[in-house]
C-alpha cells in the first residue's frame, strides 16, 4: 500500500513560479517509478514528468526547460517535488502525484489545483 498527499497548488500570474510537493509513503516505494500527471478542465490526463526507479527524468515536451522535478528518499517515505517556473495559462491543471509500483500497479494521490492567469 502506498499513500500520497500533494500540496503546494494554488493560483498565480503568467511567469510566476510554483512548487509542488509529494509526500510519499509505503513499504514497496523502492519499486515505485515516481511521476507527476496533470488533467485540464475537458482534456484527458497527461503525464507531465517522472523519476524511474534508477533515477531517470522524462518531461513532458511542453514543459521542457521550465519544470525540474527532483526526489528525496528516507526508508519507506519518500518526497517527491515538482517546480514550475515560466508558468503559461496552459499549464492550468489539476496535479496529481503517482507512484507506479512494479508488479503491483498505480497509486494516485488526490490531486491540487494549479491556476494560472494571464
Known amino acids: 500500500q502506498v499513500q500520497l498527499v500533494e500540496s503546494g497548488g494554488g493560483s498565480v500570474q503568467a511567469g510566476g513560479s510554483l512548487k509542488l510537493s509529494c509526500a510519499a509513503s509505503?513499504?514497496?516505494?523502492?519499486?515505485?517509478?515516481m511521476e507527476w500527471h496533470r488533467q485540464a478542465l475537458g482534456k484527458e490526463r497527461e503525464l507531465v514528468s517522472s523519476?524511474?526507479?534508477?533515477?531517470?527524468?522524462?518531461?513532458t515536451d511542453s514543459v521542457k526547460g521550465r519544470f525540474t522535478i527532483s526526489q528525496s528518499q528516507d526508508n519507506t517515505k519518500k518526497t517527491l517535488v515538482l517546480q514550475m517556473n515560466a508558468l503559461k495559462t496552459e499549464d492550468t491543471a489539476v496535479y496529481y502525484c503517482a507512484a507506479q509500483c512494479a508488479g503491483v500497479g498505480v497509486y494516485w494521490g488526490q490531486g491540487t489545483q494549479v491556476t494560472v492567469s494571464s
Open positions: 523519476i524511474t526507479i534508477r533515477g531517470t527524468i522524462t518531461y
Open positions: 509505503g513499504d514497496i516505494l523502492r519499486w515505485c517509478a
